[in-house]
């Protein structure tokens, strides 16, 4: 089993490693570890097999969604990574990491983006703590560029602040998890805390050190490493949190005297060796102890409210505001804040080694048949699902929820390949030319096999060129306009564009796509002028339109729901023949006198023509069983989308008829085609 996914490999805070939305892995926690064991070459110290850099600053990963959590707009799971072997550890959070979620979600589209400055609120899945994450975002755009500067990392970048604001317990339950703020273990005192990061913290001095030591010093102090861990286990079972043997918390901190009152030099911990700077989770546990009286670390008394402290490491030192509330024995921390910065390095594909995932039953079989029998058995490798937009969008989404479901039934690895361009002609023409025996298929949908065709004059047709497998459901296209736009409904759009002709744009995903067709039908149907404004896909379109840049999109529900659920955007009307029920209120244009605009979008999967039909029928059962499972019913619902199935009778039938349909349109919209396509 071989495994292709997206990857965005990202330098945050002092931290570097991939980030992944939580549909580009696999289904299952023991799959989806696998997949990050390959992705960072875990099996080898060197790492030199994956993108880990031989230390665990570097074998660090970020799993991102949208929340499940209703006062939160992005979950966030981290996962630390083995060195020299297979091993997943999601308890601990990482806030370095963290810095770097909301600019890689704004960026792949699950949460639009504001102008100026974007607040997020991440729910840390790890530890169950929420924290608000601001970043720039001039013209609702992110931006890496900045003047920020944080010690261990060289030149200087946008600035990233975090606030955690339920970061004390988050792991044990408790601030203090064994009841006591000083505990006493092989003679040594110290303090078991649980702020951000459950901590084992300990007096530089009680060990012979000043504190100061560089982090190869520390390291190489065998005898030092091995107090240190005994000393961690004990401390692991006293806070609740049994053998941790196996795993990197609670994370061992040596503190000393800073160069200010308000000021704690620490050395951390990973837990085996020394950082060569300093965990931003950890920085807002030792931040807490010293802020707090009775600990080991300890500093002058405060009073309520904010506080600069700084926390010195080997790096450089960082910065942490300290909220507090109430005073002496009774002082509480309310909220933790400081700065990081983040650079996005690269975007592409990510190929995992094979040997990381566990032999497939159908392969297991496969092997065991005689010479000239393979042929018989379908799928025979791994299965690629060409999707002819880019990946973050809505028919990205649907077909990765589809592949994380395919995969285990055919019992081969399901790929999702983006190949955008040209208005899905790129992606249409690979499939239709690749050979027919069901291991490339092609998420195709409106666009490419209705509008495009009546439109445009293609290299590829739309029905001899492939093999219906499907259909997989379809989405609502909806008016949507600004919210800071002067209109509540369809009426009042229309009478500020025969008002003011020339103000007003609309934006356009491209040629042949809902955005662009709805408009001009809408134009048509009401008598009114705007001005076409084009976009590489739907994304940037409707960030363009959230930030008053154009004001008229028809994009589908999918594109449109964080935009709405943010606020950003309103939507005045349904461009479909009956309301949804997502938006009870919401009228049809029909109703709101509009005829003859109603584009519903639908999605449906392809083989290349002349695919044997036992392959056909094979998929279209396999996809037919998992489009009725409930969690994907669910889950295309939450995007947006309804499932909608059928026989690959009834999808060719669909072709036919929207072939038909759409040569009507474009006549009377007047959508002249144009040449065939020069690629």
Not at 248 to 268: E, F, H, W
Not at 346 to 363: E, I, R
Not at 386 to 415: F, Y
Not at 628 to 651: C, N
Request: some cysteine; glycine content about 10%.
């Amino acid at each position: 089993m071989t495994l292709s996914i997206p990857c965005v490999l990202m330098r945050a805070g002092t931290s570097r490693g991939p980030f992944f939305l939580r549909d580009w892995l696999p289904e299952g926690d023991e799959a989806r570890n696998q997949a990050l064991i390959g992705a960072i070459g875990a099996s080898d110290p060197l790492q030199l097999d994956g993108l880990g850099g031989g230390s665990t600053l570097n074998s660090k990963v970020a799993i991102v969604s949208r929340s499940t959590q209703p006062d939160c707009d992005l979950d966030y799971l981290f996962a630390q990574v083995g060195v020299g072997h297979q091993s997943v550890d999601t308890r601990p959070n990482c806030g370095n990491m963290l810095s770097g979620v909301a600019p890689f979600a704004i960026d792949q589209g699950l949460i639009p983006a504001q102008d100026g400055t974007t607040t997020v609120r991440v729910f840390n899945v790890n530890t169950n703590s929420r924290i608000e994450v601001t970043v720039c975002t001039p013209g609702g755009k992110v931006t890496y560029e900045g003047d920020a500067r944080i010690d261990g990392v060289a030149g200087t970048a946008a600035p990233v602040l975090l606030n955690f604001l339920d970061a004390w317990g988050s792991v044990t339950g408790q601030l203090f998890p064994t009841g006591q703020r000083v505990d006493v273990i092989d003679g040594l005192e110290m303090t078991c805390i649980d702020a951000a990061m459950p901590l084992m913290v300990l007096r530089a001095a009680d060990l012979g050190l000043s504190g100061r030591e560089r982090p190869a010093e520390l390291d190489a102090n065998t005898a030092l490493l091995a107090r240190i861990e005994s000393l961690r286990l004990q401390a692991g079972r006293r806070m609740g949190l049994g053998d941790v043997s196996n795993s990197v918390v609670p994370k061992p901190v040596l503190v000393s005297a800073g160069d200010t009152p308000n000021s704690i030099t620490s050395r951390y911990f990973t837990p085996h060796k020394c950082h060569a700077s300093h965990a931003v989770t950890g920085a807002i546990g030792v931040a807490t102890a010293f802020a707090l009286p009775g600990t080991v670390a300890s500093g002058q008394r405060m009073a309520a409210g904010r506080h600069p402290l700084v926390v010195l490491h080997p790096a450089g030192q960082i910065d942490v505001e300290v909220t507090l509330q109430g005073e002496g024995e009774q002082a509480t921390v309310q909220s933790a804040a400081l700065v990081r910065t983040v650079r996005k390095i690269m975007q592409g594909l990510l190929h995992l080694p094979g040997y990381v995932f566990p032999p497939s039953p159908v392969s297991a079989a496969a092997s065991g048949n005689q010479p000239g029998q393979a042929h018989r058995h379908f799928p025979q490798r791994e299965v690629h699902i060409i999707v002819p937009t880019s990946s973050g969008g809505g028919n990205d989404t649907m077909a990765r929820t589809l592949m994380r479901k395919l995969g285990p039934s055919l019992g081969q690895s399901v790929v999702v390949d983006n190949r955008a361009g040209a208005n899905g002609t790129i992606a249409c023409e690979y499939v239709a030319a690749a050979e027919a025996d069901g291991h490339t298929l092609l998420f195709g949908y409106i666009a490419t096999h209705g509008i495009n065709p009546a439109l445009q004059k293609l290299r590829y047709d739309p029905v001899a060129d492939f093999a219906p497998i499907g259909l997989m459901g379809h989405s609502p296209t909806l008016l949507v306009v600004p919210s800071e736009l002067a209109v509540q409904s369809v009426e009042d759009l229309v009478r500020m564009l025969r008002q003011s002709p020339a103000r007003l744009s609309y934006a356009s995903a491209g040629d042949g796509t809902i955005p662009h067709v709805a408009a001009e039908l809408f134009k048509l149907q009401t008598g009114t002028r705007m001005q076409r404004v084009d976009y590489a896909g739907g994304a940037p379109a409707i960030a363009d339109l959230a930030n008053g840049l154009v004001q008229v999109m028809f994009p589908s529900l999918y594109t449109a729901q964080p935009y709405l659920r943010s606020g950003k955007v309103k939507a005045l009307a349904i461009a479909g023949a009956d309301r949804i029920g997502a938006f009870p209120e919401l009228p049809t244009l029909l109703e709101a006198g509009v005829p003859g605009v109603e584009l519903t979008q639908w999605y449906a999967l392809f083989a290349p023509a002349k695919t044997p039909t036992s392959v056909v029928r094979q998929l279209n059962a396999m996809l037919n069983q998992v489009l009725q499972e409930p969690d994907t019913v669910a889950r295309m619902e939450a995007d947006g989308a309804r499932v909608q199935t059928s026989s690959p009778g009834e999808l060719h039938d669909l072709l036919m008829a929207e072939g038909e349909k759409w040569q009507g349109v474009v006549l009377q919209a007047g959508l002249r085609p144009e040449l065939a396509i020069d690629l």
